[in-house]
């Protein structure tokens, strides 16, 4: 796409679809270039998958967010937001299987007594079988772990958290999902660091420190929101966007839904981090038969999370644990204490997140709180966190559409609705559903902000930046 900051009317503001860190790192963005902007957000509160719920004084994430990044602009952001706020926080994190705790990063002592000397045996005899006669092509994720880990652990340490995560078997999850997420790491670079340590820095994803809000990431975005209704760029949360007008060209006009209203909103640009698919559906006039087909073949994986108020303080020291033990259905717990006092308002109390994977509508999504939470507390109980009698409370939060899956032939699904969208002159998708990719909040953030230089008159290609592999490539948009 190509743009002109001469095409930008300023007497008209900038529509943003969602206030999710890439809609708000846009709105960001155009209020300190002078162009107005108005963001328009279903939920009732902002921060999308980076939000922050409080409940009875208890706040908690919808799955926990580090903040680190080598991308200078984004990271002076949070700085000149939250000043004092961002904490210094140090990582720790383990695997739990087989009823022991294994340390991530691999730590080959730990591994090999948590495994015992047989099956660690085994998993470097897999390791090597692996490497003398890899799987080609590598087309599946199965196959990219594999190839670096071998058979064992792969089954150890992937496989049942990731169909998990998922819902699909790792052999219909596409490869690029690992190059995305874990590329850099290895068998072999793990065992070398266990040893001696990382002299070479190339084992990026695993950060031992890391920033983070003190009242939690959604502290940010509220701050955002705040700083942007008071300079008169408004943030109109729970207005749904149900028509996106358009002449073929260009967007010319924005309907979205509050209440009872219909409201209307001309368009000069429009920034949308709304999912692929709904951006395509609302269309009016509808897109092409086939692009429509494309949007709605692509998938999405849902989310919940489960807080429990426990009246026990030092449950464990790590931030978050993994859970692969397929005895149960929580995939990962936090332990929000840990990751900031504050947001633990009662001393000698925790806040744990049960963290459970869906799709929306299937049995897990329609369970009901009151189910979910007894699922939460016998679970968290059987794996020797926490006895029921010390649960004294929690609530439930549902998030749609938490992650874009890669599975199939989405690939050229996603080049279908690319190119089309890409006619269109003034419309700028962004983040994580935006794009459909993967990405972390940085990465979000930074779509967002060539994003804005675009409407601004430079040329980028917003497609092109990668989704996170834990900091694994260098960034190529330095603009700080």
């Not at 107005?36 to 009875?56: N, S």
């Not at 939250?82 to 926080?89: A, Q, V, Y």
């Not at 909040?441 to 601004?456: C, F, K, W």
Request: overall charge neutral; proline content about 4%.
């Amino acid at each position: 796409m190509s743009f002109s900051g001469q095409d930008v009317d300023r007497r008209q503001p900038v529509v943003i679809i969602g206030a999710g860190p890439a809609g708000l790192t846009a709105a960001w963005e155009l209020q300190n270039a002078h162009v107005p902007c108005i963001v328009l957000e279903q939920d009732a509160m902002v921060g999308g998958i980076a939000r922050t719920v409080c409940y009875q004084g208890y706040r908690f994430d919808i799955g926990g967010h580090r903040f680190f990044t080598k991308v200078a602009a984004v990271n002076q952001m949070w700085r000149d937001i939250l000043g004092g706020d961002l904490l210094e926080r140090s990582r720790l994190s383990r695997i739990y299987f087989d009823g022991k705790y294994f340390d991530y990063p691999l730590n080959i002592r730990n591994v090999v007594l948590g495994l015992g000397l047989m099956r660690s045996a085994l998993a470097f005899l897999s390791y090597v079988k692996a490497n003398l006669n890899p799987r080609r092509p590598e087309v599946s994720l199965e196959d990219w772990i594999v190839n670096r880990f071998g058979r064992v652990l792969y089954e150890i340490f992937f496989k049942t958290y990731t169909e998990k995560v998922w819902g699909i078997p790792c052999a219909e999850i596409g490869s690029d999902w690992a190059e995305q997420r874990i590329r850099g790491l290895s068998f072999y670079r793990a065992v070398m660091a266990a040893l001696w340590g990382d002299r070479s820095k190339k084992i990026k994803t695993l950060t031992k420190v890391f920033y983070y809000p003190r009242l939690g990431p959604g502290q940010i975005w509220e701050e955002v929101q705040t700083r942007l209704n008071a300079a008169g760029n408004r943030v109109e949360t729970e207005a749904e966007v149900v028509s996106i007008e358009h002449d073929g060209k260009r967007v010319t006009e924005i309907a979205a839904k509050k209440g009872e209203s219909l409201l209307r909103f001309p368009a000069s640009e429009i920034i949308s981090s709304m999912p692929l698919r709904e951006l395509v559906e609302r269309l009016n006039p509808s897109a092409p038969a086939d692009v429509l087909e494309a949007a709605r073949s692509l998938r999405y994986r849902d989310f919940l999370t489960v807080a429990l108020i426990i009246n026990k303080p030092n449950l464990f020291a790590d931030n978050w644990i993994y859970i692969h033990d397929p005895n149960v259905k929580v995939g990962r717990i936090q332990n929000f204490g840990n990751w900031s006092p504050d947001m633990v308002p009662e001393p000698g109390h925790s806040c744990l997140g049960l963290e459970y994977f869906c799709f929306e509508g299937d049995e897990l999504w329609t369970t009901s709180d009151e189910h979910l939470l007894a699922l939460a507390a016998r679970e968290v109980s059987a794996l020797g966190f926490v006895s029921d009698a010390a649960i004294t409370g929690g609530t439930v939060v549902r998030m749609k559409k938490a992650y874009p899956v890669y599975a199939g032939d989405y690939k050229s699904r996603l080049n279908t609705v690319r190119e089309y969208l890409d006619t269109f002159r003034n419309l700028h998708p962004v983040g994580r559903n935006g794009l459909h990719k993967y990405n972390n909040q940085d990465h979000s953030m930074l779509t967002a902000m060539l994003a804005v230089r675009n409407i601004l008159g430079e040329k980028h290609d917003v497609w092109s930046v990668n989704a996170d592999c834990e900091y694994h490539e260098e960034v190529k948009y330095d603009h700080s």
